[in-house]
Nanobody, 116 residues
Framework: QVQLVESGGGLVQPGGSLRLSCAAS????????MGWYRQDPGKQRELVAQ???????NYADSVKGRFTISRDDAKNTVYLQMNSLNIEDTAVYYC??????????WGQGTQVTVSS
């Protein structure tokens, strides 16, 4: 089993920044890629950014150039630095970890609200 705990969400004005953190515990050695997804009410959960265990990254077109995903394996933590936030970025953000066994793990979600 892998447990994921997110932190760092909150309320920010348009143009502002936030950094999300996701701390993993449990069977850390089973974790491969990690990522961040987001979901608005009534919409499908969508991939925001993903990072492989080797450090290669993948971003949604809507966040390229504004968001940066990184991971610190010594701390078993993945981060999402979000800059130039706009109202469309408002959502619940979920941390995700893919196990080498094929199981997907999810955090509980953290609310990000961009509003003036």
């Amino acid at each position: 089993q892998v447990q994921l705990v997110e932190s760092g969400g909150g309320l920010v004005q348009p143009g502002g920044s936030l950094r999300l953190s996701c701390a993993a515990s449990g069977r850390i050695s089973y974790i491969g890629a990690m990522g961040w997804y987001r979901q608005d009410p009534g919409k499908q959960r969508e991939l925001v950014a993903q990072i492989s265990r080797f450090g290669s990254t993948n971003y949604a077109d809507s966040v390229k150039g504004r968001f940066t995903i990184s991971r610190d394996d010594a701390k078993n933590t993945v981060y999402l630095q979000m800059n130039s936030l706009n109202i469309e970025d408002t959502a619940v953000y979920y941390c995700n970890a893919g196990s080498i066994t094929g199981i997907m793990y999810w955090g509980q979600g953290t609310q990000v609200t961009v509003s003036s």
